[in-house]
């Protein structure tokens, strides 16, 4: 069983629309991360919290707004999506350390689609 | 530069065959960690293996072994008697400990394993 957990599984939205993914992980771990994944390409990073702060922004559009409520909450806010936003975002979190050598443990994912 | 290279974009199979999934990384650093990670149809990505650069021991797990080669760059990933349930895209990926990829790993293309009965 993941440690990871994600919720939706799928999400469908309008490109008015306003949702939230949510992810949630139960290892004590201090990093989290969000990830964009298109089909057949690997994950592309999007954003990185340590201790619930952010600590990366990949140059990610504004229409993307992540939230770390706590050390083991992420969520990924999404408002007036396009298209090619359609992909599988997926959380991932870590030990905290200052540098990427940590094991990054994934949850299932969020296929979204944007009509 | 950084880059993970898998080669293969996509190999077939008969169950109960062996079969070597290729990595092939660059990186100026002498300490850098490799990753294999396995993702089913599902979509979430399993975790397989983290190894160092230090360690160059080749490792066994199951039906999975890694061989890791610093001479030629390389740490390729071999299934022995290969089963359905390990058709899926397999990720290699690297890092760096500097502080300029602070989080970031570099991954490979993704090698697709189709495993036929």
């Known amino acids: 069983d993941t440690e990871v957990t994600q919720t939706p599984k799928h999400l469908v939205m309008g490109m008015t629309n306003k949702k939230s993914l949510k992810c949630e992980q139960h290892?004590?771990?201090?990093?989290m991360y969000w990830y964009k994944q298109k089909a057949k390409k690997p994950p592309e990073l999007m954003f990185v919290?340590?201790?619930?702060?952010?600590?990366i922004n990949e140059s990610v559009p504004s229409r993307f707004s992540p939230e770390c409520p706590n050390s083991s909450l992420l969520n990924l806010h999404l408002h007036a999506l396009q298209p090619e936003d359609s992909a599988l975002y997926l959380c991932?979190?870590?030990?905290?350390?200052?540098?990427?050598?940590?094991?990054?443990?994934f949850g299932p994912g969020t296929r979204l689609t944007v009509l | 530069a950084q880059k993970v290279t898998q080669a293969q974009t996509e190999i077939s199979v008969v169950e109960k065959e062996d079969v070597t999934l290729d990595c092939v990384y660059e990186t100026r650093d002498t300490t850098y960690y490799l990753f294999w990670y396995k993702q089913p149809p599902s979509g979430e990505l399993v975790f397989l293996i983290r190894?160092?650069?230090?360690d160059e021991q080749n490792e066994i797990s199951g039906r999975y072994s890694w061989n890791f080669q610093k001479s030629t760059s390389s740490f390729n990933f071999t299934i022995t008697a290969s089963q359905v349930v390990d058709s899926a895209v397999y990720f290699c990926?690297?890092?760096?400990?500097?502080?300029?990829?602070?989080?970031?790993?570099?991954w490979g293309a993704g090698t697709k394993l189709i495993i036929k009965p």
């Open positions: 290892m004590g771990h201090r990093a």
């Open positions: 991932a979190s870590s030990q905290q350390t200052r540098s990427s050598t940590d094991t990054q443990y």
């Open positions: 919290y340590s201790y619930e702060k952010l600590s």
């Open positions: 990926a690297l890092s760096e400990p500097s502080m300029d990829s602070n989080y970031q790993l570099i």
């Open positions: 190894r160092n650069s230090f």
